[in-house]
């Protein structure tokens, strides 16, 4: 009796492989449940952001009802939207330039939507998290204003700051994810001198700088890609690209996505 117990037993027993396997359903449905509810945040911010703009231009005296250019998301083509891409992603690209947007952030962004029509309601939020920032640091300068509260406060000074304490980072991966032949073949392709003093540092402040050069742009992303480890595992999910921020009718940042990159990598 006792043998044909433990038969049983061994029976219902899940091997290794059943284990591992179950451990890999359970996280890819995970996984899915995330990435539907991150994407209804992008859909649900868009839609807010552009209740903001009815709300803001009738305020403003417009009449909504005989406004015939109310902003709408339309179907479009994939031809006219490969070419709407195309110029979507060049405006931000310039913007992050100009807002001095973590260059992380930039590229994961650039690596991960490359024009497929789900793509579109990203690139809204981006533009348009991108436009209310290019306004706030217009408005205030370099001064740098209180903080209230727990709020984070950002400023052109604090920007730049944080993009240098990002560079230096991204400076120390250099020795540890590169081998000394493949930090030399980049020092040489980007002009930095073999023999120059902080050549980690010059080459990295190298990188991100050229925002109307499409080859430029791209092999930054790459290697900025190859330092923190995005390449690793050959997947990064759009929907898991968390891009959160609070709306401004909260008188708080669009840029708060941005810093939370800084603040995991403890920068």
Known sequence: MSGDTQAVSEKDTPTKSEAEENVRSIKAYVTELKERVAKLQYQKQLLVCQVLELEANEAAGYNLEDDMNVPEIQEESPAS????????????????????????????????????????IYMEVELRRLAWLQQHLVEIGNASPAPVGNEPTISLSSS?????????????????????????????????????????MQFINKLWTNPHDERHVQESAEIVAKLV??????????????????????KRHWFIGWNQISDLLHL
């Open 81 to 120: 939207w490969h070419v709407a891409f195309r110029e979507q992603r060049q405006q931000i690209i310039e913007l992050w330039d100009v807002c001095h947007v973590s260059i992380i952030h930039r590229t994961q962004f650039y690596l991960l939507f490359k024009g497929d029509t789900a793509d579109q």
């Open 229 to 250: 480890g995005f390449c690793e595992g050959g997947n990064m999910s759009k929907e898991m690209f968390e891009l959160n921020f609070v709306l401004p009718s909260d």
């Open 160 to 200: 730049l700051r944080a993009l240098k304490r990002e560079r230096e980072f991204l400076a120390k991966r250099l020795t540890t994810r590169l081998t000394a032949e493949e930090r030399d073949a980049l020092y040489m392709k980007w002009e930095v001198p073999l023999e120059g003093k902080q050549r980690k």
